[in-house]
C-alpha cells in the first residue's frame, strides 16, 4: 500500500514562479526524502530531511516537515522548463526494513 | 563514478512467458533494491537485498524472484507473466543496509516491461 499522498496531482506554472507541492503520510517515519522523475525514467534524489529536522534547504528547494500532521511540503524557487517533472516523496520507517514508500507523485508543468 | 545500470531498457513478453532484469550497483554499494511502477499504482516496493541474502519483500506474489550476486549485482524475475506485471522497473542501490538508520538509495533508469 502507498505510504504518501501528494497534492497537488498536476501543477502547471509559468518559469519564474515558485511552485509547492505537498505530501502526506500514515505512519511514523524516519526520514522522508523528495525524488524528481523525467518522463518515466529513473529517479533523482532531491533531497533527504530526517525525523527530528523542520526544515531543509539545497539550491532552490525548501523542504518543511511537520511530524505532528505527518506532513511535508517542497518549495521550488524561481522555476525553469528544466524543473517539469514528476515529484515523489518517499518514506522510511524505523522497522529496520530500508525500503521506500513512495507517494502519488505531482506532475509539475513549468511553462517558458 | 558510474551509476546504478539496468538492462535491458525495455523488455517485450507475452503473457505466461518469464522476465529477467538486471541491475548492476554503484561501486561499493552492497544493498540493491526493486520497485514497480505500474500505470496507475505509483511505485512500489518489491525486493530488497543485502549481501546476497533477500532482506525484505514487498506484497507481491512469489512469481516475482529474485538474487544478488557476489558481486553484488542483482536479477529480478517475473514468471508466469501477467498483463498487468507491465511497468516500469527500477533497481536502486545503496551503501550496507543498517538497522534503524538509512542510506541514500541510487535509482537506475529503469526497465520498461511490456506483457503483450
Known amino acids: 500500500s502507498q505510504q504518501g499522498e501528494e497534492d497537488p496531482q498536476a501543477l502547471s506554472i509559468q518559469e519564474g514562479e515558485n511552485a509547492t507541492m505537498n505530501c502526506s503520510y500514515k505512519?511514523?517515519?524516519?526520514?522522508l526524502q523528495w525524488y524528481r522523475q523525467n518522463s518515466g525514467r529513473g529517479l533523482v534524489h532531491l533531497i533527504l530531511?530526517?525525523?527530528?529536522?523542520r526544515e531543509k534547504h539545497s539550491g532552490r528547494l525548501r523542504v518543511t516537515l511537520d511530524t505532528s500532521k505527518k506532513s511535508s511540503s517542497l518549495l521550488i524557487t524561481a522555476s525553469r522548463a528544466a524543473d517539469t517533472a514528476s515529484y515523489f516523496c518517499a518514506t522510511d520507517k524505523f522497522s529496520g526494513a530500508n525500503n521506500l514508500f513512495f507517494g502519488t507523485g505531482t506532475r509539475l508543468t513549468v511553462i517558458p | 563514478e558510474a551509476g546504478v545500470t539496468q538492462s535491458p531498457t525495455h523488455l517485450i513478453k507475452t503473457r505466461g512467458q518469464q522476465a529477467t532484469l538486471r541491475c548492476s550497483p554503484i561501486?561499493?554499494?552492497?544493498?540493491v533494491y526493486w520497485y514497480q511502477q505500474a500505470l496507475g499504482l505509483g511505485l512500489q516496493f518489491l525486493l530488497w537485498y543485502d549481501e546476497g541474502e533477500e532482506r525484505n519483500r514487498g506484497n507481491f506474489p512469489p512469481r516475482f524472484s529474485g538474487r544478488q550476486f557476489p558481486n553484488y549485482s542483482s536479477e529480478l524475475n517475473v514468471n508466469a507473466l501477467e498483463l498487468e506485471d507491465s511497468a516500469l522497473y527500477l533497481c536502486?542501490?545503496?551503501?550496507?543496509?543498517?538497522?534503524?538508520?538509512?542510506?541514500?538509495?541510487?535509482f537506475g533508469p529503469g526497465t520498461r516491461l511490456t506483457v503483450l
Open positions: 536502486a542501490s545503496s551503501l550496507e543496509g543498517l538497522v534503524f538508520s538509512y542510506n541514500e538509495q541510487f
Open positions: 530531511i530526517r525525523s527530528n529536522e
Open positions: 561501486s561499493g554499494h552492497t544493498s
Open positions: 505512519t511514523s517515519i524516519n526520514n
